[in-house]
Every structure is written in structure tokens, then in C-alpha cells.
């Protein structure tokens, strides 16, 4: 269903009354597409808050991989960071369609006041849609004062994604003891495009990167490889399957058989395979092995879930089992048997689907928020344990609100809650999870490890 109020706002009697009467006014978000692949607004900005923990030529290559034209300052001087020549005229100086500022030499509570300093000047000059990356440290147990100001930049970053409207998002990357500027290219190309249009607001740590395999052809960074995803026949698992399709990879399309039809056109429109399966029977993963081809699997991506909503005190035992097999019981099974058979070779990658009612919790989805939560506990627990044994990584995307025909059937107060109710004020788009997918299943994202990133244009609800 059409987001009609998003319509509404941006015609001319939409703009004006939504303005006077100080109702949201979600911004047009830029998507990723063939014809606008990069951000647009101008070149990207490059400040450093005090000193540096990073390796400058390593973080120089990193960001000169994001198809923008870079410039780099140093600090700031009289409201223009040093370094750079302002060209005045109608915006007041330069425009930058993204500033990443270098935070990873902040050690105490008083060099806090160099991040300040540094995007400051530049908060007003961020182009509509533009990006805000801070790079910062693990915070370290053994030195209570640095970990102290390093954990000052999330509640900074986290309030700077809410405040910075027109569609701009702010983001904080850590790197942890070991990583390096290196080990996160794929992450700031990620979120520095238009693929990360709806996430904002989010802490994603950088370790030292796994072994794996380089990518395939340009543009094509899973050409060569297998990826199979779950709940592929429609929403947003079809979307995954046509965005690993997009990036090269050759598409196993899961399914319930129920579901068969669609499922085989999906599979056909992709150049993939379907596979028509109950993800919850007993022989699930020793039948999805024999489907592998001899290279095995190089991408698993759990996407498989059902809803079964009821308070507590009206909800049957049917509707909770339910929820519990499909959404996390046939994960954790499905898992432990491809690892046990070593369907996934070193460098390969698994991606849970978890959701923000896990995290924050939702009325009436006890069940649900319970099975999402499980997930978050099976990605922390097991990230280190694959990595280690297997060379896999392990990670999750936490869907908010997501257009699809699941959330049209949602009433629609409750409906307009969930679009309104984040940094964005609107609701997201299964492509948008699926560029998140895509990320966290790159050959070059083998540092990211363990994560669960939110794909909900920093929803008001939970953290």
C-alpha cells in the first residue's frame, strides 16, 4: 500500500500545511540505482578531531574507493576547516554530500571538544541525503578514561542521526584492537551510498578481517559464487535473492511448497534455482546440502519468518510454537548442519534475519519479539565460534518498518505509527534491507563479524 501522507507532503498544498502545522515532512530518499549509483551534493569531507589512530594511507585508499571526490581538512579555523578554500555564493560555501571524521584518537573527555570543533562549521553544509561517518575506537576495559570518550561518540552519533534531517544519516564506525582502516572500505562504501538510504543511527565495530576469497568482476562482487535465501518467494526475501542476483551471485530460491509458483518465477527472473522446502523439517539442511553445487555455499541468508500476533493472555500454544520453529529453532538446525558439513567454505558468510521487536519489544508479538531476540543471541554467540573454526562470519539485519504486504495489513493508526516514528519519518523498503544484506555478504566485509545492524531509519523505539 502507498505511503499516501509521503505523497501528500511533497505536492504543493502538502508542503505548505505540513510546515505551518509542524507535522513531519519526510525527505525523498536516494536509493541506489543503476543510473544514481553515488551520493550527489557535492565532494566528501575528511576531518581528523585531535589526533589519529589509523593508518592515513590505509583510510585515504578506503575512502578514495567510494566514488567521491575527496577533500581533506585538518580542523577548523573561523568556520572553514583549514585547509580547504570556501567557494561562497548562494549556500554560503561548499556543499559535501558526506564528512567522515576521524575520531579515533580521542583518549579523553577534553579531546571531545575537537569533534565539536571539526563538524561544527560543516553541520549546516551536510547536502540533502548526505551521510556523517565517525570513526572511532573500541572502548578499552583497561583505560576507563578513553573508554569513557569513546563511548561518548555513540550518544553523540545517535543524536546527531536525529537531528540532521532531509533525509541525512549518521553513523559510528569502531575499529576494534587489531582492525584497520582497511578492513572497513566495504563498510564505508556501504555507508557512504545511496544503498544505506535507511540506516542511521548505528554502531558497527570493525575486526581484524577473516581469510576469504577477492571479489568477483566490478561491480559484480559475488560473480562466481552461491548464496541461498530463505523465504525467497516474495517481500523481502525476494528482494535479497534480486540483489545477490544483481551482484553476481547464482541465487538458491527457498521456499515453502506452498508457495512453489511464485517461488519458481522469482528463481526464473533471476537466472537462479528454486527450492521449494518446509525450512522447519527434520532433514531441512541435509536436503539444502545435497542441492549445493560441489563449491558449496558461500552465502547463507536466513530470511524465513512468520508472525502469529496475540497478547500474551489470548495467545494459544500452536501460535507460539509456531513462530519459535520457524523464525529460530530452523535457524539455529539449518546452521549447525551446514557448518557440521562444511557447506560453507573460509570467507563465507551467514546473515540472520532479526527485527527491532526483538530488540525494543512489541504489544502482542511476545512470540515474535522472543524468536527475533534469539537471533540477536545466536549471531553473538556464534560469530567468534565460525570465524575461528569455519572462516565464516556471522551477522544480522534488524528490519523496522518495512513496506510490504505484511505491514499493509496493519491497522492504520498503527501503521502510520511505524512510518512516522524514526529519524526518516517514513517507513523503509525491502530493497533497503536487501543493500544491507549485500553488504554483510561482501568477500571484503570479512571484519565485520557479529553484528546486528538496524535497518530502520533509526527508529524511536529501543536504542
Known amino acids: 500500500m502507498a505511503d499516501r501522507y509521503l505523497q501528500w507532503t511533497r505536492s504543493g ?11 513531519p515532512r519526510p525527505a525523498p530518499l536516494h536509493r541506489w540505482s543503476e543510473r544514481r549509483p553515488v551520493l550527489e551534493g557535492g565532494p566528501l569531507l575528511h576531518l581528523t578531531a585531535g589526533r589519529t589512530a589509523c593508518d592515513g594511507t590505509e583510510l585515504a585508499a578506503a575512502l578514495g574507493g567510494c566514488g567521491l571526490e575527496v577533500r581533506t581538512g585538518t580542523g577548523a579555523e573561523a568556520g572553514t576547516p583549514s585547509g580547504i578554500e570556501p567557494r561562497t555564493g548562494a549556500g554560503g560555501g561548499d556543499r559535501f554530500s558526506a564528512v567522515v571524521l576521524d575520531a579515533t584518537g580521542i583518549r579523553a573527555v577534553a579531546e571531545l571538544r575537537e ?29 576507563h578514561h578513553r573508554a ?21 544519516t549518521a553513523q559510528l564506525l569502531r575499529l576494534a584492537p587489531g ?3 582497511a578492513g ?20 558497527v565495530e570493525i575486526a581484524a578481517r577473516l581469510p576469504g576469497t577477492a571479489p568477483g568482476a ?31 551471485a547464482h541465487v538458491l530460491c527457498l521456499d515453502v511448497p506452498q508457495a512453489e509458483r511464485d517461488l519458481a518465477a522469482v528463481a526464473e527472473r533471476l537466472g537462479g534455482t528454486p527450492l521449494p522446502l518446509d525450512i522447519t523439517a527434520d532433514d531441512a539442511g541435509a536436503r539444502i546440502e545435497e542441492a549445493l553445487p560441489p563449491g558449496g555455499l558461500d552465502v547463507l541468508v536466513h530470511n524465513a519468518g512468520i508472525t502469529r500476533d496475540r497478547r500474551l493472555a489470548n495467545m494459544a500454544a500452536d501460535r507460539w510454537d509456531a513462530v519459535l520453529e520457524v523464525n529460530l529453532d530452523s535457524v539455529l538446525r539449518t546452521t549447525d548442519h551446514l557448518l557440521q558439513a562444511k557447506a560453507l567454505p573460509d570467507g563465507g558468510r551467514i546473515v540472520a534475519t532479526a527485527s527491532i521487536a526483538g530488540l525494543a519489544g512489541n504489544t502482542g508479538q511476545t512470540n515474535y519479539a522472543a524468536s527475533k531476540a534469539g537471533i540477536v543471541g545466536l549471531v553473538r554467540a556464534l560469530a567468534p565460534a565460525a570465524a575461528e573454526r569455519h572462516g565464516v562470519t556471522v551477522n544480522a539485519v534488524a528490519p523496522g518498518f518495512i513496506e510490504t504486504r505484511m505491514t499493509d495489513a496493519v491497522p492504520l493508526l498503527i501503521r502510520e505509527a511505524g512510518r512516522r516514528m524514526n529519524s526518516l519519518a517514513q517507513g523503509g523498503l525491502p530493497e533497503d534491507v536487501a543493500e544491507t544484506t549485500a553488504w554483510l555478504a561482501h568477500p571484503e566485509s570479512g571484519a565485520v563479524n557479529g553484528q546486528v ?11
Open 218 to 248: 566490478p561491480g559484480r562482487p559475488l560473480a562466481g559464487r552461491t548464496a541461498l535465501v530463505t523465504g525467497a518467494g516474495r517481500g523481502i526475501g525476494e528482494a535479497v535473492a534480486a540483489t545477490l542476483a544483481r551482484d553476481g
Open 184 to 203: 572497513a572500505a566495504s563498510t564505508l562504501r556501504f555507508l557512504l551510498s545511496p544503498k544505506s538510504a535507511y540506516v542511521s543511527g548505528q554502531v
Open 453 to 463: 545492524v538496524r535497518v530502520c531509519g533509526q527508529s524511536l523505539l529501543g536504542a
Open 179 to 181: 582492525a584497520s582502516a
Open 13 to 23: 498544498p502538502g508542503r505548505f500545511l505540513s510546515r505551518r502545522l509542524g507535522l
Open 148 to 168: 569513557a570518550a569513546q563511548q561518548a561518540l555513540e550518544g553523540f552519533v545517535r543524536s546527531l542521526g536525529k537531528e540532521v534531517g532531509g533525509g541525512r
Open 115 to 143: 569533534v565539536h570543533r571539526a563538524l561544527h562549521p560543516v553541520a549546516r553544509r551536510i547536502a540533502g541525503g548526505g551521510r556523517v561517518v565517525v570513526l572511532g575506537a573500541a572502548p578499552d576495559p583497561a583505560d
